[in-house]
């Protein structure tokens, strides 16, 4: 397609505390190859200067700029900007990561050619903060993808069988997030939450690429998993596994759930939410049949 046929991608930019990054991040954007961009950035009000580094990188760029005057988290904050997007493709881009030249083209070429596929992703490169390389997401992946099973298509029971996407990589379809009346303002997270539910309306689609990279940084809100004082976080992972129980639509899948939830149980009680331990170990006791030979302790939390 000539430049004046190709489709409108919205990339919603969002950052808190990103400051080291910011500079690197929208350059990356700046550079895509596609030309069809609209950028939105919400600063989740940064204590840090954010918010100068971002008005001085989009200065003279046609760039909504949203300031939030208090913290509101990542999913209100994304919901804010994709209220203003015009986008058939949305990207929700943190500003700590890195896209490759190419990946918008690519991703809109993938998403153009294949009507039901919704979600679009890739490979990654995780980098540190310095931006040297660490690893590849799918480390097998040097020279062919032929012998990685990647899953595609219905992705539901294997989203709950394991973390295996990496958000980083994903461009979605507006239908699929106007579909779920975007992202859940009650999680601390959204990727799990957003995984689960879209993969119930549409299909998933691999792209055998590295398109952006993911930075490690342990202040980062994907470094804040399993760790003392997030409270959130682990409410947040139980309420979407309660979703997922009504989503489920046959054995293999609620097999899978049970998994999880042993998998998350056993993560709660290590930093003693007893309570959201509770709350599991409640689903379980209906549901797997292997409860009656889970350890005493149960019975105490019970």
Same mark, same amino acid.
């Given at each position: ?6 489709? $409108?991608? !919205? =990339?919603? &930019?969002? +950052? *808190?505390?990103?400051?080291?990054? %910011?500079?690197?991040? $929208?350059? !990356? =954007?700046? &550079?895509? +190859? *596609?030309?069809?961009?609209?950028? %939105?950035?919400?600063?989740?009000? !940064? ?10 990188? %989009? ?244």
């Amino acid at each position: 397609m000539d430049d004046s046929e190709q489709v $409108l991608v !919205s =990339v919603i &930019a969002t +950052s *808190y505390n990103h400051a080291p990054f %910011i500079k690197e991040a $929208l350059e !990356s =954007v700046f &550079a895509q +190859s *596609y030309p069809a961009i609209e950028i %939105i950035v919400v600063d989740d009000a !940064s204590t840090d200067n954010s918010c100068t580094i971002i008005e001085q990188c %989009i200065e003279g760029r046609n760039i909504q700029f949203i300031k939030n005057e208090l913290n509101i988290g990542n999913c209100k904050s994304f919901n804010k900007a994709f209220a203003e997007v015009k986008g058939k493709y949305i990207i929700d881009f943190a500003l700590d990561d890195i896209m490759y030249p190419e990946r918008i083209k690519k991703q809109v070429a993938f998403l153009e050619e294949r009507n039901l596929v919704g979600v679009c992703f890739s490979n990654v490169d995780l980098v540190d903060e310095r931006t040297t390389l660490i690893k590849t997401h799918y480390p097998s992946f040097h020279h062919s993808l032929s012998k990685l099973q990647i899953p595609e298509g219905d992705v539901f029971e294997a989203l709950l069988s394991r973390y295996y996407i990496n958000p980083v990589s994903m461009m979605f379809r507006r239908t699929v997030i106007e579909a779920l009346n975007g992202y859940d303002e009650s999680l601390a997270y959204e990727d799990f939450d957003f995984w689960i539910r879209s993969s119930r309306i549409t299909q998933y689609g691999y792209l055998a690429e590295i398109l952006s990279a993911k930075r490690i940084v342990s202040t980062s809100l994907s470094g804040l998993f399993y760790k003392e004082n997030q409270k959130h976080m682990f409410e947040s992972t139980l309420k979407v596994c309660k979703k997922a129980w009504w989503l489920c639509k046959t054995e293999n899948e609620k097999r899978a759930l049970m998994h999880r939830c042993r998998y998350e149980a056993k993560q709660a009680y290590r930093f003693k939410y007893t309570f959201v331990v509770k709350e599991y170990l409640n689903i379980l006791k209906n549901t797997d049949p292997l409860f009656p030979l889970y350890n005493p302790i149960v019975q105490i939390i019970l």
